[in-house]
């Protein structure tokens, strides 16, 4: 079902101009769990399901050219009682964005969150290039 969704969402982003990146496992848990880990946090397990909202929403920002949490709560399903959302723009690549966000003191205290143990993550670029990336924690 999930895979269905993100190629009905992917087929329409494809169709208005945006690219889109839905990250693989391995390339994001080097670089967020490797910062976890020099912090003595413990590692976060990928996550289909929030990398999908992830997408959905770098999607979202992409097509407005605005970067905001617009509904975070919701689409993480309301219920979740930790959990966090960290968007940036501009970055090319996630070692970018990481380190963007380890500038910030609460998208630093988000990526060190205790109390999460799931991550999603991914980007959109919109039509003039600029690319958006959102970053999703819980449970």
């Known amino acids: 079902m999930l895979a269905a ?3 009905r969402v992917l087929f ?3 169709g208005a101009g945006i690219a889109c990146g839905l990250l693989a496992a391995p390339a994001l848990a080097i670089d967020l769990n490797g910062y976890r880990a020099q912090h003595g946090k413990p590692p976060l397990q990928f996550s289909a399901d929030l990398a999908a909202e992830a997408q ?3 999607y979202d920002m992409a097509r407005r050219h605005h970067l905001d949490h ?3 709560r ?3 399903g309301g219920g979740a009682t930790t959990a966090a959302e960290n968007v940036s723009y501009g970055c ?3 070692d970018c964005a990481i380190r963007q966000w380890a500038r910030s003191s ?3 205290r988000n990526m060190l969150m205790g109390g999460v143990s799931r991550y999603g993550l991914a980007s959109a670029v919109d039509a003039r290039g600029r690319r958006y ?3 999703e924690l819980g449970n």
């Open 74 to 76: 919701a689409r993480l």
């Open 133 to 135: 990336w959102v970053l």
């Open 70 to 72: 617009k509904g975070w």
């Open 12 to 14: 329409r982003m494809a």
């Open 106 to 108: 609460g998208h630093r």
């Open 92 to 94: 090319d690549s996630i």
């Open 5 to 7: 969704m993100m190629r």
């Open 56 to 58: 959905y929403h770098a």
